[in-house]
């Protein structure tokens, strides 16, 4: 059919459409899409007749109909209005074409679809090449885990601070979502080094890596952004806080606060306090909150351990021997012990001073 009898045929068109037969409807509604891919510029009169004969032919039409035209028209610049946004609140398995792709949804539409449907229909919004944080908001409220994972995944998604604040709490308790988020390339640095803790050793590599790539200024940024938003619950003290606090203080007045004075508590254990006067003066060596030092020391992480010794400009044997203390009661301590200590030689003093500017804004937990 030539574009000209089509165009002549519209006002007919629109009574076909009231046909009964769904054979009939069927081919008119190809037809009709056929010839809206194929014909020159249209008047906003003819666009209109269009949107209308689509709109009322895909009603009644099955699913796979319906999502043979959501995939023909999903990335159209001029598609109908009306028809794609009848489409993307149709179904998943007709929605999720249009809502993945199509440039003429606007925002309105899409936070009209995120509010009111299910994960299939927020994942397919949060793989656009273009995610408003006003939208990324709503599916970060609403989204299951994988739909969250799909919108950290997609760089064209804009998240507000918010919802990245959001993002980050979820994704610290989920395993799945680790490395999604570190590998963020727009997460805020401060935001970024929260997952420190709960991340594997790879990623915290990364995470130090950036650290050491981050611009002064955004660094700076970061770290305004962190210290308004650290919270002071981390636990209550040890109930030898104070006597502990007051020793090292008189050793520290005394000049025999030493690196080697710290391996002397940890040595000596709980029993006589040494584990609590050594974490009281790495904390002070670092720079650090107290349960930050103790998160470190009770879970031995020795690549934590490793940037606080590192930035303190300690000689490696006195990390190494930190690390053999902690893990005496590994079969494997000492060979343990030299794997870190070669992390330890691999590890730059500069990224390690940057990563602990982010744990010190904790330092307001031990006051509280």
């Known amino acids: 059919m030539s574009e000209a009898s089509t165009l002549s045929r519209l006002p007919d068109l ?3 459409a009231e046909e009964e037969s769904s054979e009939k409807r069927r081919t008119l509604l190809r037809e009709l899409t056929d010839h809206f891919f194929g014909g020159s510029p249209r008047t906003a009169a003819e666009d209109a007749l269009y949107d209308a004969v689509l709109v009322k032919l895909a009603d009644d039409m099955e699913t796979a109909v319906r999502a043979e035209l959501s995939t023909r028209f999903a990335d159209a610049p001029d598609a109908p209005h009306t028809l794609i946004r009848r489409l993307a609140n149709d179904e998943a398995a007709v929605a999720g074409a249009v809502l993945a792709a199509s440039p003429v949804l606007t925002d309105e539409d899409l936070l009209g679809v995120v509010r009111r449907h299910g994960q299939d229909h927020l994942r397919a919004v949060s793989a656009r090449p273009s995610v408003s944080e006003a939208v990324s908001d709503v599916i970060v409220e609403r989204g299951d885990d994988e739909t969250l994972g799909t919108l950290l995944r997609n760089d064209g998604a804009r998240l507000s601070r918010k919802a990245s604040e959001a993002a980050v709490e979820r994704a610290r308790i989920n395993p ?4 999604v988020t570190v590998s963020r390339a727009s997460l805020p640095p401060d ?11 790879r990623l915290r590599t990364r995470i130090l ?3 050491a790539s981050l611009d002064p200024a955004l660094l700076e940024s970061a770290l305004a952004a962190g210290r308004a938003r650290i919270a002071t619950d981390d636990g209550a003290l040890p109930a030898d806080f104070a006597e ?7 050793l520290k007045a005394a000049g025999q606060l030493t690196p080697q004075m710290l391996a002397r508590f940890l040595r000596s254990g709980d029993r006589t306090g040494g584990r609590t006067a050594f974490l009281i003066a790495l904390a002070q060596l670092a720079d650090i909150d107290f ?7 009770e879970r031995r992480e020795l690549d934590a351990l490793a940037v606080v010794c590192k930035a303190a400009d300690l000689d490696r044997a006195l990390f190494l021997t930190y690390a053999v203390v902690l ?3 590994d079969g494997d301590a000492m060979a343990k012990a030299h794997s870190y200590a070669r992390m330890y030689a691999d590890l730059t003093r500069e990224a390690a001073l940057r990563t602990l500017r982010f744990w010190r804004m904790r330092r307001g937990a031990q006051a509280a």
């Open 14 to 16: 629109i009574a076909l």
């Open 176 to 179: 799945a979502l680790h490395e």
């Open 191 to 201: 935001l970024l080094n929260e997952m420190y803790f709960v991340v594997e050793a």
């Open 209 to 211: 890596e950036q650290n």
């Open 244 to 250: 502990c606090s007051a020793y090292v203080e008189e």
């Open 291 to 297: 349960h930050t030092a103790r998160q470190i020391i």
């Open 327 to 329: 893990l005496n009661d």
